[in-house]
Structure formats: structure tokens, C-alpha cells
């Protein structure tokens, strides 16, 4: 921690400081610039509130100097994290490609999406049976139905699967179905439920909350991380900003920053994103060329009749276009679509 | 809904969109203007995607005209709801002062503050047993027995007491302490949360999230009510802008927006809201001069010693001397302080 | 400037680090601490780029312990700036109201507002006569006349003007009739503007932007204050967020910030900031209880025929019941209306 | 106009709503459903503030159903605009690169720099003499002797010139030099300048500012194309969220949503956007995957020494790689580079 001291600070005002900053259990360094004192706080405590020292008088600044997050760091841990779930691996080379609908909605819906989707070449069909709805009056998700249902496609097509878990209570049911937990962006800073999914043997798939910076996603990676359960990726689906033409706003750079403070695998999620059909796919091709490890996309063969998120799902053939061109895209910068 | 479609739709292209509104159970009304044709559906659902109809050819835009929440909203009950608790009623004439530590340390802290705020005219003591940080290696609360510390306190200085709920999985035990539930900001589109405690007997203190608007948080509210707690009060605690210098931009203009939209009391945050002690009795006056229903503070006798966010509570004669001009500034608006 | 280095740095980056701050002309100071090197590189360069360390390989973070502003800041004149035109200060104990028509439209609509709001106990005239509008196709405003009509308004009910200047070339002209100058939030970084008024000899109140920080706008009035002209007032009226349902979000507790970083007076705009009548009152008493050195309203007999921002205007009888509860509330923090 | 009344309206306030829509010169259309009554008000009023009739007793809501700007949306015209400045067409299959140097510094740099972006396949060379800095202490630019340089150095290896233009004063003198104006983000709301800028000879390239929504972009456009000049190129270069990593957040959707609702070409700014270099090449690559009409990049031979953002310039061999990565991408779309 570094505290920057106010230019006229009174002497007494700074042994103050000192004093305190001893007393947190910090060894102090003092360097007297040519108009102000900077004191260097050494002692490795990554969540001391700063605020502590700011509000002490005569301080100017305080910057905090390491991370806030250690296991989810890329000075933790220099590799990329690959997860390998049977032969897909995601942090690797290759390109992850999760598609299906945005919910299980029935036998005759998710057999038809699944099969179109690993005859265009995903690996991993995703689908939701607990839906997180903004509205109390809004379907919410065939529930252990649905479950079994996507399950039962993924086999039966070669997919894996990834489905959404929004409490506790539902991680054992799920984790009997499902490949890799999906955490929603409005519960990455649930953190009873990223605890508890530490503790799970499955992959985790964390989104990015509406209005998380890069590094409060980290932190929330960490709970799952520091709970035992090393196996994390994260998630772009956009950020809340003034802009409201799209949906969310889809922070895109966020893929090589990440990439530069963590090891963990990045994917981006254009369909949540952007929340209109037709900007999915210019999104998703953007995602790949900026680096992202995965994508994952709303496919849906009749949206007209979803019950949630229609206008947002491609059609086949749109997703197999799509699939074109980011196998083309991955290429260009030295990867492969898996 | 309204649909504006382009002003060069073609026959077709219009007879489609009509033909998709009547399938989804709307009446249509055509007008045709100077430049362009509007069409109004007719119809109650307020969970209407309405980019369903925004994906259709021919459409420029669509627009909602029921709010989408209904129970919450002040044009379904235009009375002020007014939550009566033992001797004190939040949403009535007075205004509500809710102070206390952020957390439950000790016996000997939460006996020494309660003992402070009741004194100063508080009638409801905060404190947190169980709380929401955003490391993980953080202190996380002294759980139940921060629960029966908080109650005793309250008791034996005549206090009501507030306290959070992080997870359903701990709603009956916290009922059997706590007067108000209180929900924190980034649980606040915890769905299967606000479920839950819809069917909890106490009221609710439902906070607003980061990034969300005042219809999201009405919506949220939406969940309690349609499962029938009616006892619903709404904090207002800083969203996430890009202005740094204050933990959050407290948004006090969000309090007569609410009062005009609902029925339900708003109390406001400023210690959450500015992370800062010296911002915190300026917003607070400016809170209740807006008109806020209550305000909660966060004050501790030994800041400097306290195990979550001690930067940010008030000192004791702090918190008087705010008590003071709060009850000025109340009466001068024609309100009191309970 | 602190530069933390990362924690496995080589000592070839190490030295390169240090040569390049040595050649951009700092003295540099290493602490060495657990797990990590810090250096202090002292020497005041309050414009230099940080992100030329932040490149360098073994860099971390860099952190400024310099203001990026000299002139603005607290730390360079202790005292609040007060700012006298004629017997009105700004900036001193008193609150000063600023009232009048978004534009000036006619003689008879000026001098009838100029009446209402002088006998109401406002000092300031407020008129646009150059209006930056969105819409090239809305209402630009009387020119010069607009100008004339303006002071003669002022002169006959015995107030001072402030009016709006958009270019430089427009600076002589408005400075023969104006007391003080207004700087619209959308040419708050013109920075052609900033320095040619800094040359004026009457005083300026420069709006912050809608996406400006605090910072931001420190540095802005920085342009004015080292050209030459001291007398500048700042101004929130409000930053573009998320929220929709009011026109801007009102960072009141920017008023307490500018506070302790300068020493210049803030003015609050709560018209603007909000954008609806009914949103007015509240705001503007939320203001002067934050601590506002003054505020800005909008006024009009006749809203609904207004030119410009009719529907934020208050009526008459508003603006006198505002002004009696802004005097109320001004007297419970010790300070008095003008 | 579309105006949702409230659901128990009185029929005296429904008459006066009606009244004042006709009197604003509105043909009215009432349409009456289940629980409201919905009023049409017809008539071609692209400025007309809808919050005048917000203000009325009664209304629920106000939606404007024609675009704000005309001769800026595709519904005015159906075409993308190519803009054609010697043998280089900006709009059309070819997509545009612009790179050089933040600022021009001296002859020996900008001709450099030139040679270096010529050989790699640039078109158009970038270089800025008049700078607006958020520091008055910064280094301000050459001025006239830039310009003279820049045009110099684009002569000698076959580039056309971008540079900014800061105030109407410097136009007709830019003029002389350049190929195109560049209005910077802080000036995109200076409507003196558009204006003016709207009589000019030479093409205009607008950036988005930093709190615009994409409307407000294209109704700055707006103010140029009214004046009478069609060659407006827009370009993306980052938006203010509460994002920090990244010095603005670049909003790639804004692509495809610029060219659905626009004819104009859109160019995008990856330098501005992120602001470190490390995040320039997958930014670019994402751009052009999104669709982009050009980019423009920094390039600087000696990024250390440059007087003004080196930090975010890319090293010579560094655009070579991203100039092959961006043809390829371009290709896997249909498109080239010029």
C-alpha cells in the first residue's frame, strides 16, 4: 500500500499515520519528496479496506499495490488454465462453441436444436431449465424436466452440455446432469452460491454482472477458487451503460485485459449482449478476431415461438454461416474452431 | 404496445406484422399518418418480450405502454403503503432513522452503539450478521450469534433492529430475530431470494443494485409482492457510474421518481452510497430534504477498530449533531422525525 | 508518481524501468518490500503521462501522487474563493439564486420572469440568448438582441445577468452586457474557449459534462485559472448514466467533494439535472442541504409556450415556495439565502 | 407522436391533453383499449420536445415515433454514402486505414512515420497540429508548421491527411492542408463548430463523444449535413463507463448499429478507445470483423519519446502484423483493404 501524504501535513498529523498503519500490522517506508511525503506500507494483506488510512488526517491518496485476487492471478499461476471436460478442451488453442436455445422448453425443441447445432460443429449445447426472469409472470424454466431433457440431447448428438444454476439448494441436482454450472451475471456476486459451487466437481462458467468491473469479476471467480474448485472460465455478456440501443453494452477489450490479469479462459457471449438477432453475429466474429476462447450463442429453429429470448436466437442457417466465417477468424490469428 | 413501422413497409411485410400480434393474443388498431403507419395492440401482459416484434421486417420501433410490473406500481394503488412495526410506521408523516455498526463484532460494540443511536432519537438498530463481501477473505460475519447479540441490544434499548438475508437457506432463522429483512445490492435480482422472502412474514428492505434502473428494482420488488409480502421498502444506495472519487453515485433523485411510480416507502444509504464519513452527513441532509421516507447510517464508536467498513460510520457525536439537522430540515418539508 | 513492479521482474527490466525514469526527469527511490519492489520517482510533472511507465516491461501499476490540476486545487490556496459582483458574493456564507427562462424570447416574456424572480428573493438573472440545441432544426436563440433585452431586464428589477457564451468570437460581444459567463456542459473540454475566457475580465460558471469526473472538470477550470481570470464558479447540473427516467443523474455528493479538492464555489443546476418540473424542487433543496453555494432554476410564467425547456421551468408560485424552503434549510446548516 | 394516458385520466383532463396536442399543431387519433386510452398525434415535428406534453396531467408516457435526425438515417436514404477523395472511397467494399502519429512533432518524425504506414498499405495518414490536451500544461501542437509538415509528408509517399480542426477560426486555414477534418469527441456537441464545419469543401470525419448515445451522434452529423456538406464519416472511439482498465470502453456493436440506422460510413478508432497498445491489435481486428468502413491507428517509431500519447502508438513491424491480420479478417467477409 502506498499512502501519499497531504503537503503540509503536521508533524504530529503524520506520526498519526504511522502509528495506525503499524498498528494494522504494516512495516513503514518513508521517502520525502521535493513537496510531499510518500509512505510505503509493506505487508501483504490483499482485502484491508484502504479507505482505513484515507480517512486519517493529512492523507492525500492511498493506492492499494497488490491485487486484490491471488488465485485467480496471473502472477499466481503464469499458464493458461485449460479445462478439459471428455475430449473439449477450453483455454487451449482451440475456439469453444456453445450454442442451443436459451431454454429447455420441450423433448421435440431441444432435439431439434441440438442436432442442428453439432451438425454445424459445436461441441457443447447450452439451455436453460432455471430461468433468472426479470418479471415474477414470465416463464421460469421446465426445472429437473428440462434438465433431463438437455441431457438427454447433449448424448444423444455428442454434445456436452451447460446449463444455469441460480441457488444452493439446486447444485446437487444439476451436477447430475449437467457438464459445466453456468453462473448468471445477476449472481456473480452471490457469493453463498459461489462458495458453495467451490465445493462442486464440475467446471464453472461465471458471467460478468451488469455493472462489475474486470477485477470484481476476478474476486468472484476467487470465492470458487479458493473453495477448491480450480476448474473457472468467465464470461463477457455485456455492461450496463447510457447507451440503449443495445441491450448491454459488449465490452469487448475485456477479453485481452483479462487475458493479461488472469489465467483463466475468457467467453463471449454476443446473443446476452447485444439482445437483437442481427448484431449477434458481427459481435461474435469480433469476439473471436479479439481472442476470446469461446463463444456461446442463442440458436433457435423456430424463435418466433421461444418462449424466452426469441429475438435474440439465430437461425440455423445463420449459425452455420456464423460458423464459417469464425473457423476463417480463428485462423487469421493462429487458432482453430474445436 | 405500440408498433411504428417504416415509413416504406411494404403490404406484406404490414400484413405480417399484424398477423404475429394477433397470434400473440393482441387486438390491433391501425392509424396511418402523414409519413408513417402505427399500430396499437391491444392487450394485458405486462412479460411481453417486445423484441419479438422488434425482429420483424417492416418494424422501426415498438414501444410498451402497461408498466411491467403492476402490483408495485402507484397506479394500481395510489394510497402510500405504510408499514407499521410495534410503535413505528415507515411511509407515514415521519421520517425513519435506521443507524447502527455495519456488522455485529461483539456483545460489548453492538451493546455500546445501540446504546448511542437510541439516545440520538434512532428507533431501528442495523447491523449485519451475515454479510455479502466481496472477498473472500474477509471477515464474513459472526452468523447466528451476531443475530442474537443484535436482537438483545435492540430489546434492551427499545430498538427495532434490521438485519441481512443472503440466502433463502437462512430466512427462518433470521426471522426469529430480526424485525426487517434487509436485502443487499448485488442480491437484489436474486430471484429465488425474493421468492422466498414473499412468503416470510416480516418486511422487506430491498435495495437497489449498482446498475440497476428504478423499473428493475420495482420489478424486484414485483417478486416479493406477487408472493405475498405486501411489507416492501426500498433503498436507494448509489449506482455505479464512471465518477470515482465516491464509491457510488448516490442517485437522490431516484426518491421522488419512486414516490411518483409506487406506493412503497424509499429510504436512502449515503454511507453506502459514498464510502466516505465526510460525504455521509452532507447526502443524508440532502436525502431527507428530497424527501426520503428513512435513511440508514452506519455508525461505530471505534471506527478505526471496526472489522467492515469502519471508514464510513459515523462517529457518535457525529451522528447527533446529523440528528439534529435532520429533524430541522424534516420539519421545514412538513415532516417529522419518529 | 509510485510505479509498483511486477513481482517476478527481471533485473534487466528492473534497470530499464529505472533509466527511462531517470531520462524523463524523475529522482527515483526503491522500496523493497516482501513480495514486491516499489519505486518512487519524485519530481513534479503534474501533465506527465503516466501510461509511458505503464507500458515499460516489469510495470505493474503506476500511480500519480500529484493533483493533474495546480491552480484549482485546495492544496495551493487554502481559503474558499469568493467571487463579488456588484453586492452579491459567491462563494461566502450566503447561497446565491440564479432564476430565469431557459431563453430569452421576447422583451415582454423576460421582463415579466425578471420581476417574478426578483421579487421572490432571487439576485441572478439567468437567459440564454446563444443556445446550443441538440437539433439543428430547434429554436437557436435572439443573438444579440436576446443580449440587450437580457441586461435591460436585470438593470429594471435590479439583477445581475448570466448568459451563456458558445464560441470565442461571441466573447467581446456578451462581455459589454453580461455579469458573469455560462460554459454549457457539452463545451466543457472546448478548450479553445477555456483559454480565450480565461483572458475575460468578468467571471465564468463552467458546467461540469455529462461524462466528465470531478477531476475532469478541476482541470477545465485550470484552463481559465492560468490564463489570467480567477473568478470561476463551478457548476453540477448532472452525469449521463444508465437511469433514463430522469434526463441526468444529480451527483449531489459532488458538491461536498469539489469542497475539499478546490477552493472554488459549486453552483448546483437541478433544472437541467433532472429535466422535469416536479423533480425540481426536491433537487434543489437536496442542494443547498448537500452545501451548494448556489443554485440555478429555471423559470417561466408560461411553460407551455416557452421556446425551449418549457416543461422543466417552475411556475411562479414554485419558485416562491422553493425559495422559502431552500432559506429554511440554508439557516439549519448555519448559512443564509442572498 | 405516441401519448399513453393515465389508466383513470378524467375526461376534463383527456379534453385538455387533446387541446394542447392540436394546438401544438398535432392532427390527434385517440384509440381507446382495455384499461387506456392511447392518443396518435400525427404531424412531421422532428425537434419538437415531448417533455411538453409529459408535463400534462394525465400522461403516462410520451414516445416520439419519427427519428430526431433526417437527412442522417436510412429511411431519408436508402444507399451507404461513399465518399471518394482521389482514388480512396471511404463507404464503400474497402475498408479504409488511417495511421501516424498522435501528433505531427517535426519534419524528420512525420516523414518517417509516413514512409513506415505507406509501406504497410495505409492510405491516409493521421497527424494532429492543433491538440486539445485536458491539460493546459500538455504540449498544445505546432499549429500552422504541422499542418505544413503533415501535408508535405503525405505528398511524398502518395497518402491523403486527416487532421483535427478545434474551432471555426482554424477552418479555412486547415483547409488548405487537408483532405479531411477530424472534430474530436470533446467537440462533438460544439454546434458553432458543426455548423461551419457543414459549409467546409473537404469531408468530415466526426468521433463520437464519450457520453454520446449513437442519436446523438448522428443528430451532430445532422448539423453538418443541414449546412450542406454530405461527406460525414462517423467513428467509434470509446464510450465513459465505470470500466477503468481500459481507458474508455470501445463500443464495437455501435458498427452495425450505426449502419442500420445511418447511411454514413463509420470508421473506428481502436487507439483512442483502449489507450495501451497491447489492446490496439485485437481491438482493430474486432472492428473490422464487426464491419467497420476503416480504422484509424496510432503508429509512432519512437513511442518513448512522442510529446503526446506514445504510450498507446503501435510499433512499426506491430501495424505490419495487424495490416495482414486485418486483410485476412476483411476477406473471410467479403471486403478488402484499399
Known amino acids: 500500500m502506498v499512502v501519499v501524504l497531504e503537503k503540509n501535513i503536521k508533524e504530529k498529523q503524520l506520526e498519526n499515520v504511522i502509528k495506525h498503519l503499524e498498528e494494522f500490522g504494516f512495516a513503514v517506508h518513508k521517502s520525502t519528496g521535493v513537496e510531499q511525503i510518500v509512505l510505503g506500507a509493506i505487508g501483504v494483506k490483499p482485502d484491508f479496506d484502504i479507505r482505513r488510512v484515507k480517512v486519517l488526517e493529512g492523507v492525500a491518496e492511498v493506492y492499494r499495490i497488490t491485487e486484490p485476487f491471488k488465485l485467480a492471478s496471473r502472477s499466481f499461476k503464469k499458464e493458461d488454465t485449460r479445462i478439459k471436460i471428455g475430449d473439449v478442451e477450453i483455454g487451449g488453442n482451440a475456439v469453444a462453441i456453445m450454442a442451443g436455445p436459451c431454454s429447455v422448453e420441450s423433448e421435440k425443441q431441444i432435439f431439434t436444436i441440438a442436432e442442428i447445432v453439432a451438425k454445424a460443429g459445436a461441441k457443447i449445447l447450452r439451455g436453460g431449465a432455471y430461468k433468472p426472469r426479470t418479471s415474477p409472470y414470465s416463464f421460469q424454466g421446465l426445472g429437473e424436466n428440462g434438465l433431463k431433457l438437455l441431457r438427454q440431447a447433449g448424448d444423444a448428438f455428442g454434445l456436452l452440455v451447460i446449463t444455469e444454476v441460480m441457488e444452493s439448494s439446486q447444485i446437487d441436482l444439476i451436477e447430475k446432469y449437467t457438464d459445466i454450472f453456468q453462473v448468471g451475471a445477476r449472481n456473480m456476486q452471490n457469493f453463498s452460491l459461489l462458495r458453495d459451487l467451490g465445493k462442486a466437481s464440475k467446471p464453472i462458467m461465471l458471467k460478468r454482472g451488469l455493472s462489475a468491473t474486470i477485477d470484481d469479476l476476478l474476486m468472484s471467480a476467487e470465492y470458487i477458487l479458493s ?112
Not at 473453495?227 to 472460465?233: A, D, L, R, S, T
Not at 429453429?301 to 460458423?323: N, R, W, Y
Request: overall charge negative; hydrophobic content about 40%; charged content about 20%.
Open 227 to 338: 473453495n477448491g474448485n480450480q476448474n473457472v472460465m468467465l464470461c463477457e455478456r455485456g455492461i450496463r451503460t447510457f447507451e440503449t440501443y443495445t441491450r448491454n453494452t459488449f465490452d469487448i477489450s475485456a477479453i485481452p485485459v483479462v487475458h493479461k490479469r488472469s489465467h483463466l479462459p475468457v467467453i463471449a457471449d454476443p446473443s446476452h449482449a447485444t439482445g437483437l438477432r442481427d448484431k449477434v453475429i458481427p459481435m461474435a466474429r469480433a469476439a473471436v478476431a479479439a481472442g476470446a476462447d469461446g463463444i456461446m450463442v442463442e440458436v433457435h429453429h423456430d424463435p418466433d415461438s421461444a418462449l424466452s429470448d426469441g429475438p435474440q436466437a439465430l437461425l440455423p442457417d445463420q449459425f452455420e454461416d456464423l460458423m464459417k466465417q469464425v473457423r476463417a477468424i480463428a485462423e487469421v490469428i493462429g487458432r482453430s474452431i474445436v
